[in-house]
């Protein structure tokens, strides 16, 4: 089981783990189903200054979390953390990730129950997953499957828009300081003094030596803590970057340009080809295109040509609106 803690983990880099750090693209949907039925039962709607978009979806959900979660609700270890069958770091894809997770040993299935309270673990369904049943399996994957569509799916565009925005200020951080400017600045609190990075989280295992495995980084809108899974490369959890303004571009400049017009400009405070800025606004390509040539025209936006596809780019008077 990997955990959430709170003291120092101490990762050592070598030269070639250096050359070897990449950043997943998008948060992975089964972990973040896990850590979203966390979040709902130990978050209350009124957390001060939540991600974008969670008030309102914890508001939807509010009375009715328990029989959308299902058996998900039981799976929940009072020491923090999920369970081992939920961390499936290299598959993305939530249907590829369930289908993994019910192929877990029976004997995986059983010790990672076992450490369940015994009012929790003592249920029919979480008995039978136990057990190791094919009941047992076909339950954790419906459950699972009902649960993001009924209730993460209306956070998901969100969830990647952030995870896009982002990967962005990562690689803008990367061109303009390099990996010690990425790795400083990844997470506040976070201290990088090569080649070791200093990680609030205590854990089992306080010194990991990468010793050449490279690092994946994989972002999660939901997790305040790390959390980390061993192998080639290792993966590190990290928490998605939370600096996104009170009041977004789309409430302060609606008026002026249009809510939609206004959401792709902000979308654009990091650079982005049409179809990025169409996917973090959550609207069609031939939309997205319309407006940045708006945009464009009336001088808030650059837009360069790189291969088949443009980048577009805000101009000081863009950023300058923005920052109004």
Same mark, same amino acid.
């Given at each position: 089981?990997?955990?959430?803690?709170?003291?120092?983990?101490?990762?050592?880099?070598?030269?070639?783990?250096?050359?070897?750090?990449?950043?997943?693209?998008?948060?992975? !949907?089964?972990?973040?189903? #896990?850590?979203?039925?966390?979040?709902?039962?130990?978050?209350?709607?009124?957390?001060?200054?939540?991600?974008?978009?969670?008030?309102?979806?914890?508001?939807?959900?509010?009375?009715?979390?328990?029989?959308? #979660?299902?058996?998900?609700? $039981?799976?929940?270890?009072?020491? $923090? &953390?999920? %369970?081992?069958? %939920?961390?499936?770091?290299?598959?993305?894809?939530?249907?590829?990730?369930?289908?993994?997770?019910? +192929?877990?040993?029976?004997?995986?299935?059983?010790?990672?129950?076992? =450490?369940?309270?015994?009012?929790?673990?003592?249920?029919?369904?979480?008995?039978? =997953?136990?057990?190791?049943?094919?009941?047992?399996?076909?339950?954790?994957?419906?459950?699972?499957?009902?649960? %993001? $569509?009924?209730?993460?799916?209306?956070?998901?565009?969100?969830?990647?828009?952030? *995870?896009?925005?982002? +990967?962005?200020? +990562?690689?803008?951080?990367?061109?303009?300081?390099?990996?010690?400017?990425?790795? !400083?600045?990844?997470?506040?609190?976070?201290?990088?003094?090569?080649?070791?990075?200093?990680?609030?989280?205590?854990?089992?295992?306080?010194?990991?030596? =990468?010793? &050449?495995? &490279?690092?994946?980084?994989?972002?999660?809108?939901?997790?305040?803590?790390?959390?980390? *899974?061993?192998?080639?490369?290792?993966?590190?959890?990290?928490? =998605?970057?939370?600096?996104?303004?009170?009041?977004?571009?789309?409430?302060?400049?609606?008026?002026?340009?249009?809510?939609?017009?206004?959401?792709?400009?902000? #979308?654009?405070?990091?650079? /982005?080809?049409?179809?990025?800025?169409?996917?973090?606004?959550?609207?069609?390509?031939?939309?997205?295109?319309?407006?940045?040539?708006?945009?464009?025209?009336?001088?808030?936006?650059?837009?360069?040509?790189?291969?088949?596809?443009?980048?577009?780019?805000?101009?000081?008077? &863009?950023? /300058?609106?923005?920052?109004?």
């Amino acid at each position: 089981m990997h955990t959430e803690n709170r003291a120092v983990l101490r990762l050592h880099f070598t030269e070639a783990d250096l050359r070897q750090i990449t950043v997943a693209p998008v948060p992975n !949907a089964l972990l973040e189903t #896990a850590l979203s039925v966390r979040y709902l039962r130990t978050h209350p709607p009124g957390l001060v200054r939540p991600r974008p978009g969670l008030r309102q979806w914890q508001q939807t959900i509010a009375g009715s979390m328990a029989p959308r #979660a299902g058996i998900l609700r $039981g799976l929940d270890p009072p020491q $923090g &953390g999920i %369970f081992e069958f %939920f961390f499936q770091p290299a598959t993305p894809d939530l249907r590829a990730g369930i289908d993994l997770a019910v +192929r877990t040993p029976d004997q995986e299935l059983a010790d990672e129950i076992a =450490l369940l309270p015994h009012s929790t673990r003592d249920s029919t369904q979480l008995r039978e =997953l136990a057990e190791g049943t094919t009941k047992g399996r076909q339950i954790l994957a419906h459950d699972t499957l009902r649960y %993001f $569509g009924s209730t993460l799916a209306p956070l998901w565009p969100q969830m990647q828009a952030t *995870a896009v925005a982002d +990967r962005a200020l +990562r690689a803008e951080t990367l061109l303009r300081g390099g990996v010690d400017a990425m790795l !400083a600045t990844l997470v506040p609190g976070w201290r990088w003094e090569p080649p070791t990075w200093h990680i609030p989280s205590p854990c089992a295992l306080t010194e990991v030596h =990468l010793n &050449g495995r &490279g690092l994946m980084l994989l972002p999660s809108y939901f997790i305040q803590s790390p959390m980390y *899974a061993p192998g080639e490369p290792l993966t590190l959890m990290y928490p =998605l970057h939370s600096g996104e303004p009170s009041i977004s571009a789309a409430d302060m400049l609606g008026p002026l340009l249009g809510r939609t017009r206004a959401a792709v400009l902000e #979308a654009l405070r990091h650079p /982005a080809t049409t179809t990025e800025a169409a996917d973090r606004v959550g609207i069609s390509l031939p939309s997205a295109s319309q407006h940045t040539t708006i945009l464009r025209n009336a001088g808030l936006i650059t837009t360069t040509r790189t291969g088949i596809a443009v980048l577009h780019t805000l101009t000081p008077l &863009g950023t /300058a609106l923005l920052r109004s």
